[in-house]
Each structure stands twice: as C-alpha cells, then as structure tokens.
C-alpha cells in the first residue's frame, strides 16, 4: 500500500476511497480488541494470538498515516505507513507459524523486514519512484500472505476455519501478485488514494482483507482451543495416554469395525511391577515420572491404529485392532523387552496378559476381562511376563 505525493483535493471517489477503508480497518481494530481478550483468557498453548491482534491495530494507523500526504512529511506521510504494512505482512506471517507451532526464523523475519525498510526510505518522497514502491510492497506482501498460505495447506485441516483463512489467503495473494504487475504494465496515478478503478479494487480487498484474516485468526483460536478442550478428555493429563472411557470408545469402534471385516482384534493388559513400592522409595513424584516414562516407551512399540490407555492406577490398557493372538503376543514381548532396556532408575518391569476376540457373541467387556485374569496370572507367577488368556470350551 504505497503512497506518493497527492493533491489537496479530495474528489469523491477519492473520499469514498478513504471512507471504506477507514470502515474496514475500524472493523478490524475491533477484532484485534477481541484476539487482545482471547490471548489474555486462552491457554498459553494456542500461540501467534499477540501477533494476530497487533496487525489490525497497525492498519488502522497506516491507513491514517496515509491520508496526512501532502501535509505531513513524506517520512511520515509515506515512508512510516509503508514499513507499517510491511510489519504487518511480517506479522501476520509470524503469528501463522507461532499458532501451528512451527519454528520461526527471526534473523531471517528481521532481515527482510530491514531490506524492505532501507528500499522504502531509499525511494520515499520521490515521486518516480512510485510505480516501483507500489510493485515492491504489493509483491513482498503477496509473498507474505503466500508463505502463511504454505503453512495451512502443509497442514491441511479439514475445517471450515481452515478453508475460510486459505481462500481468504489465495484471494489476497492473487490480489497483490496482480497489483504488483498491473503497476509495471500500466502505471496508475500518483497517490494511494488518487482513484482508479484497479487501485479502488486493490485499496478494497487489502482492507477487506485484512478484516477477514483477523477474522480468520479468531476462527483459529477457537477451533485450537476446541482440540486442546477435546484432548483433555480424550487424554490422561499425567502421561498422555487414552483416558479409560477414551480407551474404551477406541476399543469397541475397532472391535465393531474388525467384526464386520472378520479381521482379528486383540487387547493387552498391563500392569508395572511393585509400583507401590517404587512410590514409597522415590515418592510420589517418582512414581508419576515412572509412569510417563513407561507410556512413552511402550507407545514407541506401537503403530496405529494401536492405542494405549490408562486402565486405572498403574494398570494400562494396549488396543491392538487387526491383530491375532500370535501377533498380539509378539507385540507384548517387544514391550515388556523395551522396558528392560532402561537404565534409569527406578527400573520398571511390567506384567502383561493378552486376550483376543473370538468372534460371534463374544464383548469388549468379555475380551478385557480374559486379558486381566492373564494379567493376575503373570503377577501370580513371578510379574516380568506375559500370559496368554486361557481358551476354554
């Protein structure tokens, strides 16, 4: 959104110009007042909601900045309102990579920032320049909005706040790309507000725009926030395994799925060895280390759709669909292997019973109930082993 020296006068394409725009970035400055309130009330794991309510405040005051032209000077006027939409490219870009948690690069972020600071004050206040400032910044902006266009659809989330902020993202990048070439191809007037039909449409859907990313911003949020609610109870909050109930929900979707395609099913109960006494040596802060160790070893075993849940206590719960007894069994003894290979103390061993679904009439609650008496019996028998359920008539 660059700007060049313009007449005093102000037609009224050139007022309506300035109306809309002035709408449009008083909208967003209310969304950034919303992104402000849900930063301050979310949890500290949704992150880039700083950044998203920034950007909104600095439009509304490039867009003020940009109307003191030819009356202020132009390093006010116009250099100051270029680098603030070159922030608010920057921005936007760094709050899209801080919310999916990936690593920003700041001496890279600051570097092209600073390239486009030294362009902008090379080139502000000389009106032959105007053509090349305005193909500079819709262009950088474009990329800008290109780069956080990379993010979402590397992620690819099938929501509708997904879909929302990447068609808002593919309409500005085709908006600033063809900006960018009109201004070589067919210099339009001097001026950001100086009217034309292709600035009118430019000047439109970068402020629209902008409206509609922080909109797109509060979607996000909301939806994360969403995920991280749905996580809580889908997952125990010490070790990061299923909840029973979660465990259970898993279990008998797969169950119900292997039955209809006669696929095997299988279960593995486990529980860690003399626990209590592990608690009362290493206190309980011990024991609950313990325990996170252990689900993290025993889920590098598995491979989905294999799940682990917290059964109760120390007792956990392995779903094993598409998975016969032989294959069960294996998948037992390279848990129960992987655990003697610790050398951290506490040294943890674990007692595993397998079960299986038979089939025909046969029930989670059944199948389970097989795998725990295997379980009593490899505790009975010495712990540090697996036992298979006993198959009778």
Request: glycine share 8%; net charge positive.
């Amino acid at each position: 959104m660059p700007a060049s020296p313009s007449s005093p006068e102000l037609p009224l394409p050139v007022t309506s110009l300035q109306t809309f725009v002035a709408i449009a970035s008083l909208m967003g400055a209310l969304m950034a007042l919303v992104l402000f309130f849900l930063r301050k009330s979310y949890p500290p794991s949704i992150q880039g909601l700083d950044d998203w309510a920034t950007f909104p405040i600095l439009s509304i005051f490039a867009a003020a900045l940009y109307t003191t032209q030819g009356h202020w000077h132009h390093l006010l006027s116009m250099a100051l309102p270029n680098l603030l939409v070159v922030l608010i490219a920057v921005l936007q870009l760094r709050g899209t990579y801080r919310h999916f948690q990936r690593p920003v690069n700041h001496r890279l972020l600051a570097a092209v920032a600073l390239g486009a600071l030294v362009f902008i004050l090379a080139t502000s206040g000389e009106a032959a320049y105007y053509v090349h400032r305005l193909a500079f910044l819709s262009g950088f902006v474009g990329l800008m909005f290109g780069a956080q266009l990379h993010v979402l659809w590397q992620h690819r989330q099938r929501s509708f706040a997904a879909h929302f902020t990447l068609f808002t993202l593919v309409v500005l990048c085709g908006v600033m790309g063809l900006r960018a070439v009109t201004a070589l191809l067919e210099p339009p007037p001097l001026g950001i507000y100086s009217y034309s039909p292709m600035q009118a449409v430019y000047l439109a859907s970068y402020s629209f725009g902008i409206l509609l990313l922080s909109i797109s911003a509060i979607l996000l949020a909301t939806e994360r926030l969403r995920g991280e609610l749905e996580r809580l109870l889908k997952h125990d909050t010490l070790t990061g395994a299923l909840t029973r109930r979660a465990a259970f929900d898993h279990a008998a979707d797969e169950m119900a799925r292997c039955a209809r395609t006669g696929a095997s099913f299988s279960v593995l109960l486990l529980d860690l060895d003399h626990f209590k006494d592990i608690n009362d040596r290493y206190g309980h802060q011990g024991g609950d280390r313990v325990l996170v160790e252990f689900v993290h070893r025993v889920e590098a075993v598995l491979r989905r759709p294999a799940a682990l849940g917290r059964y109760g206590g120390e007792e956990f719960l392995v779903v094993l669909p598409d998975t016969g007894p032989t294959q069960a069994l294996q998948v037992a003894e390279r848990i129960r292997q992987r655990l003697r290979e610790g050398t951290a103390e506490p040294r943890v061993t674990a007692s595993i019973g397998v079960a299986t679904f038979r089939g025909g009439r046969d029930t989670l609650d059944a199948v389970i109930g097989r795998g725990d008496a295997a379980l009593y019996t490899a505790k009975q028998q010495g712990r540090d082993r697996i036992e298979v359920e006993v198959l009778t008539a």
